[in-house]
C-alpha cells in the first residue's frame, strides 16, 4: 500500500487535502506550511537530539520562581499541553503563513551557527529530514539517534497502566431486584486498584514534576514533527531495522502520554498496511479473509465456511517478530488513549483496529495468537467501545474456535479467555450476550437433516467439531480448569444462560469427578450457585419440602456411599436445577456409553455416577432404558477386552449400578432384570443374559438390606434356578449369575446381628415358610450344579460358598423360630 496516496487522499476539517508530513496549507498560505516551527514555538526554542540523549534530565533546575508558583505554572503548561493542543496548533499555523513563515524558516536557517548543522549535531529539523533520506544507512542512524532521546526523555515519566478490565457481569455475588425473583444480570462491576486509570495520568495535575512537563512537551514536538516521517519508515520494504526502529520509536510515544490524536489517520493506514486485509459479514457473523471464495461460499459452492478451518495467509510482514511487534503498537496505542481519557478519537478507526488484530489471530506465530486474543479480550470490555464489541462479537467468538484445538496450551487458554470476552459482551437492548449465537458452534450443533452442500463433494466439510469435548477431556489440567472456569460464567452470570445450560450442563458434570481437586470445587461450585438462583426463581418447588421436611426416603442414608468428589449431600437447589435439566441430555448420555471409542466409554460413566448423585429417586422413570443401555456398554467392554480386563474396565459402570441401587427400589428394577436373565425374552442370548446377570449383581451388592428383604427369595430363586446355574447354561452366564447369588448370601450372612434381623423381618411379613423352602430348593440346586459340573475351580469355589451360606442362614432361621 502507497501511504503517500493514502494521505494525498484525505482531508482535513476544513476540507483540504494533507499534504507530506501530516500538515496541511492554510487557505490564504500557496506554500504548505513547514512543521518544523511549530516545534520551535511549542518548546521555545530548538533542541539537539544529542543533548538529550547525553543530558541527565534529572538533574534539570526549574526556574527560578517560588515552589508553589512553579508548579502552578508547571500544571498550566500541562494542561496547555493536552487541553488546548489543537488550539495552540491552528493558531501556530495560522499565524505562521499568515506571516509568510517559509521566508522566515529560511532565514532562521541561514543565520543558523555552523556548529549548529555540523555531523556531530542532531537538531529535531536534521531528524524529521533524516528520515526519508534514501541512503539506508542514514535511516538506520537517524532512529538511532531519535530512539535514544525518546528513551532519555521518557525517564521522568510514569508508565501507563496495562490493559486490565473486567468482565462485564459482577462475578463476587449474586443480587436479587426487590421482590422479584430474578436475578439481576448487568451488576456494574467494581475496577480493582490497578485496573482503574489515576487521575494523574488521565488529566493534568498541579503537583507533577516540572522536568517531566518540560520532557512531555519536547516528546510531543519530536512527534509533531517526525510522525508522519516514522509511518513512512514502517512501510519501508527494503530495511528490517528500519522498520523495526520505527516501530519501537512509535511504541515508545505512544506511551508517553502525549496528545496522538492528529497522528491517527495516518498511523492507522500504515500499520494495516503490514497486515493482512480483512472483511466481516454481518449477515453469517464470520470474518472473511478470501473474500472471492466467501462469496462462492454464500452461492452454494462446495467449500467449507472460512472461520471453520485454518487459511494460509498470505504474509506481507515476513519478519515474525516485526508481526509481534506491530500488533503490541495497537495495544501501545489503546493505552494511550485511554490514560489521557480520548476514546472517542478511535471512534471512527474501531473496525480498523479489529481487522488488523483478528487477523493476527491466523497468524501461525503461537506468540502473536496469544498477544491479539488479550488484546481483543480487552477491547471486548472497554465500555466506551460496547456498541462495536456487540458487532464484532459473535465473529470474534467462532475465529476463537480454532485457537482452541492449537497445540500449545498457552494458545488455547487465550483462544478460551477470547472467546468467553466475545460471548459475554452486553447486549443490553435484548437481555443476552452478544456472542451467545457462537455457542452452538462451540458444541459443535447442527441441526437435524441438515446437510452442507459441499459435504457431497468433500467429506471434510460434513465434519461437525466438538471443541467443548475436547477441551474438556484434555490432558493438561490448566486448560480444563479454564474451560470449566469459562462454562460456570456462562451458566451463572449470562442474561441468557437458560437458553444454553442444558447443553453446557454435562460437561460441568464431569469436571466435578476431576482428578485435579480446585477443578472438582470450581465445577461444583458452580452447580451450587445455579441452585441457589434455581430456588429464588422458583419458590414454590422448594417451600413446600421445607415446609414439611419432604425431601427423600427417611430411611436412606444419602450422605453415606457419595463419591470422593462431595463432601455431603448437594443442596436442594443443585439437585432440583440438575433434575430440571437433565432430561435433555439423559437419553443422550446412555447413548454414549456405547460408543464404540473407549474412553467415551469411559467418560459417560464417570458423568452418569455424578448425575446419579443430583438426580436420586428421580432416575427410576427412565430405569428400563439405563438398565438395557447399562448392559450394552457392558457386552461392549467385555468383547474389546480380555476376561481379566474386563472387569477392571467395568468397574466404573459397576459402581454407577451400587450408587443407582441406593436409590431405586428393587420392585422398580427386578420385573425388568428377571426375563432376561432367565431367557424369557425372545432376544435374549447367552452374552445378553450375563451381562444382566452382571447388573444384578451390582445392583444387589449396593441395594440396602432393609429394601431388598422382602425380595430376597424371589431373588434366590432366581439365581439358583436350572436356567442360569444348571449344566446346559454357557460357563461365563453360570458364573455371573453365582457371583450375584454369592453376593445376594453375603448381605444377610455378613453378622450374626444382620441375619437375625434378616430372619424376624420375613416372619413379620409372614414369609418365612416361604423362606425355608427357597433355602432348601436352591441348596439342592447348588449341590446338583457342583456333581455335574466340573473342570472349573472358580465355579466350584463360588458354589461351595452359596452352600455354606445356606447352611447358616437355615441354622440361624431354626434357632431364632
Not at 542512524?141 to 526523555?153: M, P, R, V
Not at 495516518?266 to 466467501?294: G, S, W
Not at 470445587?521 to 413446600?544: F, M, R, S
Request: charged share 25%; glycine share 6%.
Amino acid at each position: 500500500m502507497n501511504i503517500d496516496s493514502i494521505w494525498n487522499s484525505l482531508k482535513n476539517e476544513d476540507g483540504l487535502p494533507f499534504v507530506k508530513g501530516g500538515i496541511t496549507p492554510s487557505c490564504e498560505a500557496k506554500k504548505p506550511f513547514n512543521p518544523i516551527s511549530l516545534a520551535h514555538q511549542i518548546i521555545g526554542r530548538p533542541f539537539d537530539v544529542d543533548d538529550i540523549s547525553s543530558y541527565d534530565l534529572t538533574k534539570l533546575s526549574p526556574p527560578k520562581v517560588e515552589d508553589h508558583d512553579r508548579r502552578n505554572a508547571a500544571a498550566d503548561v500541562y494542561s496547555d499541553l493536552f487541553g488546548g493542543l489543537r488550539a495552540i496548533h491552528k493558531t501556530s499555523i495560522a499565524n505562521a503563513t499568515c506571516e509568510d513563515s517559509d521566508d522566515e524558516d529560511q532565514d532562521a536557517e541561514e543565520n543558523e551557527p555552523p556548529q549548529s548543522v555540523s555531523n556531530t549535531s542532531w537538531r529535531i529539523e536534521r531528524i524529521a529530514k533524516a528520515l526519508v533520506s534514501d541512503d539506508q544507512s542514514t535511516r538506520v542512524q537517524t532512529l538511532s539517534k531519535l530512539k535514544d532521546a525518546i528513551d532519555t526523555l521518557l525517564v521522568n515519566s510514569s508508565a501507563l497502566p496495562k490493559l486490565k478490565y473486567p468482565p462485564p457481569y459482577d462475578n463476587d455475588h449474586v443480587e436479587l431486584r426487590g421482590n422479584w425473583h430474578l436475578v439481576s444480570d448487568f451488576v456494574k462491576p467494581k475496577l480493582s486498584e490497578d485496573t482503574v486509570i489515576p487521575r494523574a495520568q488521565r488529566l493534568p495535575c498541579g503537583t507533577m514534576h516540572f522536568d517531566a512537563v518540560e520532557s512531555l512537551k519536547r516528546l510531543q514536538a519530536m512527534f509533531n514533527s517526525c510522525g508522519n516521517s516514522l509511518f513512512l519508515v514502517i512501510g519501508d520494504v527494503n530495511s528490517e531495522k528500519c522498520r523495526a526502529l520505527a516501530i519501537g520509536c512509535l511504541q515508545s510515544l505512544l506511551l508517553a502520554g502525549i496528545d496522538v490524536s492528529r497522528h491517527i489517520p495516518y498511523m492507522i493506514p500504515a500499520l494495516r498496511a503490514r497486515l493482512q486485509q480483512c472483511t466481516y459479514d454481518k449477515d453469517m457473523e464470520v470474518f472473511v479473509q478470501d473474500l472471492h471464495t466467501h462469496e462462492f461460499y454464500k452461492r452454494g459452492g462446495a467449500t467449507d465456511r472460512q472461520d471453520r478451518h485454518s487459511l494460509s495467509i498470505k504474509v506481507i510482514e515476513h519478519n515474525e517478530e516485526l508481526r509481534l511487534e506491530l500488533c503490541r503498537t495497537f495495544n501501545c496505542l489503546v493505552r494511550g488513549i485511554l490514560a489521557v481519557g480520548a476514546e472517542r478519537t478511535l471512534d471512527a478507526y474501531y473496525a480498523d483496529i479489529v481487522f488488523s488484530i483478528q487477523t493476527s489471530l491466523q497468524d501461525p506465530s503461537p506468540e502473536l495468537k496469544i498477544e491479539a486474543s488479550n488484546l481483543l479480550v480487552q477491547l471486548m470490555r472497554i465500555p466506551h467501545w460496547e456498541p462495536g464489541s456487540k458487532y464484532f462479537a459473535t465473529g470474534l467468538a467462532r475465529s476463537a474456535l480454532l485457537g482452541c484445538r492449537h497445540r500449545n496450551t498457552n494458545v488455547i487458554i487465550a483462544a478460551i479467555a477470547l472467546f468467553e470476552a466475545s460471548v459475554c459482551v452486553p447486549d443490553r437492548a435484548k437481555k443476552k450476550g452478544a456472542g451467545t449465537a457462537a455457542i452452538a458452534d462451540l458444541v459443535g450443533f447442527r441441526e437435524e437433516n441438515v446437510l452442507p452442500v459441499a459435504a457431497f463433494y468433500e467429506s471434510k466439510c460434513n465434519v461437525s467439531v466438538n471443541t467443548l469435548a475436547e477441551l474438556a477431556s484434555h490432558t493438561n489440567h490448566r486448560i480444563r480448569l479454564r474451560c470449566c472456569e469459562m462454562l460456570s460464567y456462562f451458566m451463572v452470570y449470562l442474561p441468557d444462560r437458560y437458553d444454553h445450560q442444558q447443553r453446557l450442563l454435562p460437561y460441568v458434570l464431569s469436571f466435578v469427578d476431576d482428578d485435579i481437586p480446585s477443578i472438582r470445587e470450581t465445577a461444583l461450585n458452580c452447580i451450587e450457585k445455579c441452585g441457589l438462583q434455581y430456588e429464588c426463581e422458583h419458590p414454590e418447588d422448594v417451600i413446600e419440602r421445607r415446609q414439611f421436611g419432604v425431601d427423600g426416603d427417611d430411611t436412606t442414608d444419602y450422605d453415606r456411599g457419595l463419591p470422593e468428589s462431595f463432601p455431603r449431600r448437594p443442596s436442594l437447589g443443585a439437585r432440583l436445577f440438575v433434575r430440571a435439566n437433565a432430561s435433555r441430555f439423559f437419553l443422550a448420555l446412555l447413548d454414549e456409553l456405547s460408543n464404540w471409542k473407549g474412553h467415551i466409554r469411559h467418560r459417560s460413566a464417570k458423568v452418569l455416577l455424578i448425575l446419579t448423585v443430583y438426580c436420586e429417586e428421580h432416575l427410576t422413570k427412565d430405569f428400563h432404558h439405563t438398565i438395557a443401555s447399562i448392559a450394552k456398554a457392558i457386552g461392549m467392554d467385555i468383547s474389546s477386552q480380555s476376561e481379566g480386563d474386563s472387569m477392571m474396565k467395568l468397574e466404573p459402570i459397576r459402581r454407577v449400578l451400587r450408587l443407582m441401587a441406593k436409590y431405586v427400589d428393587p420392585a422398580a428394577y427386578l420385573p425388568l432384570l428377571c426375563p432376561r436373565i432367565l431367557g424369557d425374552n425372545s432376544s435374549a442370548t447367552s452374552d445378553s443374559r450375563r451381562n444382566y446377570a452382571i447388573v444384578l449383581s451390582s445392583l444387589i451388592e449396593g441395594s440396602p438390606i432393609h429394601r431388598l428383604t422382602l425380595h430376597w427369595t424371589d431373588v434366590a430363586s432366581l439365581l439358583s434356578d436350572t436356567d442360569c446355574i444348571g449344566p446346559f447354561v454357557g460357563t461365563r452366564t453360570r458364573h455371573r449369575c453365582l457371583t450375584a447369588f454369592h453376593t445376594l448370601i453375603t448381605m444377610v450372612t455378613t453378622s450374626k446381628g444382620c441375619t437375625a434381623s434378616f430372619i424376624s423381618q420375613l416372619a413379620d411379613a409372614g414369609e418365612l415358610g416361604k423362606l425355608r423352602s427357597v433355602l432348601s430348593s436352591s441348596k439342592a440346586a447348588l449341590e446338583e450344579m457342583m456333581r455335574k459340573v466340573s473342570g472349573c475351580e472358580e465355579i466350584a469355589k463360588l458354589g461351595r460358598g452359596c452352600i455354606d451360606g445356606l447352611s447358616e442362614i437355615v441354622a440361624t432361621a431354626t434357632t431364632e423360630v
